[in-house]
């Protein structure tokens, strides 16, 4: 005796009218679902490397990149800096703390590597003049626990801690010359 419901018998017996409402019910419930291709095996989130205390490790790449925070970090002569973790373990982000104040976020959910970091500081510095920075080079990043747990201070200096080499240019007037 499968006879369908009519819209009396329906609204008394409590169920729907369509199998097709039943079908969207179901695939909501099924949204729950988290996608797992985003999260990568071994990356933290840097409040829970607080909340267990463990210690943060810099790559000593990072104090000697000579970079200028307003070009783009593709200038670095060694590109293979640029795909190193900027900290060990690594975290999905991290706060870069400037002494004067300004605060930028890194941010990859697979580890935050040091191409990263130096893309959020060059979105903030790419539209200001060289004459506009006071230090115009990166020195280096640097964790202080006890200051705060969660970010790092990023270290300028006015002069390039890399030597820059020559183009290819000069070079040549050297030989002549």
Known sequence: MSVELTKVDSAIAGLSLTPKEEKEADKS???THKRHSSHAEGVWNIKDL????IELTLPIETQKTGWKLNTSPSTIEDKDILQLQLINPPVKKI???????LEV????????????ALDAIYKQF???ADDELDKPY???????????????IVHQTNHSPA???SSKKS???KEEA
């Open 50 to 53: 607080e909340a267990r205390k």
């Open 171 to 173: 070079k040549k007037k």
């Open 163 to 165: 030597p820059q080499p």
């Open 126 to 128: 790419k539209k200001k």
């Open 138 to 152: 990166l020195a280096g990043f640097e964790w202080d626990k006890e200051e705060c747990w969660t970010r790092l």
């Open 29 to 31: 419930a099924k949204k």
């Open 105 to 116: 976020t890194a941010r990859n959910l697979k580890g935050v590597t040091i191409k990263d």
């Open 95 to 101: 706060d870069l703390h400037f002494p004067l104040g």
